[in-house]
């Protein structure tokens, strides 16, 4: 099966995107792949690095390089940067022939086989994704009660819909009017736009750190489904929020194998080595961790 694939980085963010794609090429073999990146003055060095490696995996790599279409002044952070909102103009650059593409963000693994999330039928939605797990609020948003946020990490566009309704101008209008609203950036301005246009699906394709941190135990009122069935059958593990797998501090569960996935790359070095605060500030990470999910299995 050939599956169309988008991601973006910028230099930062090269190293967990090639990561990212080795765990998608592991654990979907026999398959292959038109790959769209989307970047901005990637390196070439990094270019050639990631050419190497799709030319392993039988996937044709499209540069997309977002300096050729015209960028809105959108709101930034240490945290997020400019490249969070590339996915906006997948629709741009994407060949017309393409009517489906998987948008996967770079901070993520893919751990099982994504046909059946591929060819999820859309009901006519703009696109699909999974409820965001976090306790976020909606209230700054222009959202009516009763619809849930969804995560932008993992987004299935149904790209006819975008390109016959100019869903991309009418998203970035938004965004250049109300990006000082947005908390959560990119994935505000997708919400408060597509709100009623998305088709929420099971939380393995999207399996965010939140689930495990505190929510364990409070995401069945989520997603009306346990947590063991979640984590049994997650196939794309997420890992949201300012820690990162590669950061020493990271307590994920999945922080190991995302180690053993980096090391199977050209970037061992990428991932954080430990020193004395280090230490101290994971173990009071670590403690701040289990007081929360007592608080939230007490509350349960």
Known sequence: MRYN???AADNNYFVPMYVMLVSLFTNNEN????????????????????????????????????SD???????????????????????YLIPQSIDRVLYLDCDML???????????????????A???????TEKWLNIPDGYPMFNSGVLLLNLPLWRRESYADKLIQNINIRKEKYLIYDQDALNEFFYNNVKLIHPKWNFQTAIYDPNKYVVKKKYKIDFDEINKEACIIHFTGRTKPWHFKCTHPYRKLY????????????IQKPSIRLVLDKYISW??????????KLNY
């Open 110 to 128: 893919v751990i099982g086989n994504i046909a059946e999330l591929y060819n999820t039928s859309f009901d006519d939605c703009a696109l699909a």
């Open 287 to 296: 403690f701040i961790h289990k007081i929360e999910r007592i608080i939230a």
């Open 5 to 7: 694939i988008a991601a």
């Open 69 to 91: 279409i015209q960028i809105g002044s959108f709101y930034t952070s240490h945290y997020i940067t400019e490249a969070a909102y590339y996915r906006i103009y997948i629709p």
């Open 31 to 66: 398959s292959s792949y038109n790959l769209y990146v989307l970047h901005k003055e990637l390196k070439d060095e990094y270019k050639q690095a990631l050419t190497i490696l799709a030319s392993q995996h039988n996937c044709i790599i499209e540069w997309l390089n977002v």
């Open 259 to 270: 180690i053993k996935y980096t090391y199977n790359t050209p970037y061992r070095t990428f």
């Open 130 to 136: 999974v409820a965001e797990a976090a306790n976020y």
